[in-house]
Structure formats: structure tokens, C-alpha cells
């Protein structure tokens, strides 16, 4: 079986592991410019990648969207927004291509991929990607750490460990 971990904000990534953990496709979510620096997500495109596994024992786990907190603040209406457009438009592709799905919240894979790892969760996501995924690019040109692919890589992990 193949397991499909999607990050659903604009920033998200979708990452395909085989039976063995490996990582045998990603690719970030595909958006478009917009005015005043705005991003919007190309609906045609998401069901584009995922078409693809229609016919291939393929579960998708969607990572659940949610307003989130930093810093004590939080998140806004904008951000907000977006992040629960894309996971709509996720959920709403993998069910029009009647594809097997879950819905798992960040607590529940972070809990099982972040075992052990200290910090904050994106830097524990790192670190244990790198581990996990070292043949995944999660850095980009500029040496920054792509969160987006991170987390689906390690949701697919979770999916994964969860069909097991």
C-alpha cells in the first residue's frame, strides 16, 4: 500500500511513501500569484497529483486544518482562511476521486513522529525528517527548512505505521 501525507496550507506538500517508508514522489501544493503578494491555491493542479494513485492501493491522510496559536497570539483571519480553503479543497479532490482517506490532527502524528526530539514542533519535525527522509529535499535555495514537505513526509510516515 502506498501512503499519502498531504500538509493542506498554502505552503503544504503532499508526500507518497512506498510500503518500505521510502519516499517515491512529492511535490509542494500548487498555487498561483495574486495581488498585494497573496497566494491562491490551482485546484486542477492538486487533482493532478493525486489522479495519479487512483489505481495503485493508495490511502491519503490529510492533516486536519485548524486555527493555531503563536507566541501567544492568534493566527489570523487571513492565514486562518486559506489553511481551511486548502484542506477543503483536499479533502473534497481525494473524495470526488473516491479515494480511501483519514483526517488526523497535528497532536495525534506529532505525538508519534516528535517522540523524543526536544524543541518546538517544526524543529522536531526537522530533525526527524532528516533522520527518516534524508533523500527528501526539505531545504530550499536558500537553505530554509520547507516545513510543507516535512510535515506530509511525516504524515505519511504516521499513515503508514497506522496500516501497519
Not at 12 to 17: C, D, I, K, P, R
Not at 113 to 122: A, L, Y
Not at 123 to 136: G, N, Q, T
Amino acid at each position: 500500500m502506498i501512503s499519502i501525507g498531504i500538509d493542506v496550507g498554502i505552503h503544504g506538500a503532499v508526500v507518497a511513501l512506498d510500503r518500505y517508508g521510502r519516499v517515491i514522489f512529492y511535490a509542494d501544493c500548487p498555487v498561483r500569484p495574486g495581488a498585494r503578494n497573496r497566494k491562491f491555491f490551482k485546484p486542477s493542479e492538486m487533482r493532478k497529483i493525486l489522479v495519479q494513485w487512483i489505481d495503485l492501493n493508495a490511502k491519503v491522510f490529510i492533516e486536519y486544518s485548524q486555527a493555531m496559536r503563536k507566541d501567544g497570539r492568534a493566527q489570523g483571519a487571513t492565514s486562518s482562511h486559506k489553511t481551511g480553503e486548502g484542506y477543503g479543497l483536499w479533502v473534497g479532490i481525494v473524495v470526488g476521486l473516491d479515494m480511501p482517506y483519514d483526517v488526523i490532527p497535528p497532536k495525534d502524528w506529532q505525538r508519534v513522529m516528535h517522540s523524543g526530539e526536544p524543541g518546538d514542533p517544526k524543529k522536531r519535525s526537522e530533525a526527524v525528517c532528516k533522520k527518516l527522509f534524508p533523500d527528501l529535499p526539505i531545504y530550499g535555495l536558500r537553505g530554509g527548512y520547507i516545513d510543507g514537505r516535512g510535515d506530509a513526509a511525516l504524515i505519511a510516515e504516521f499513515g503508514r505505521r497506522m496500516i501497519k
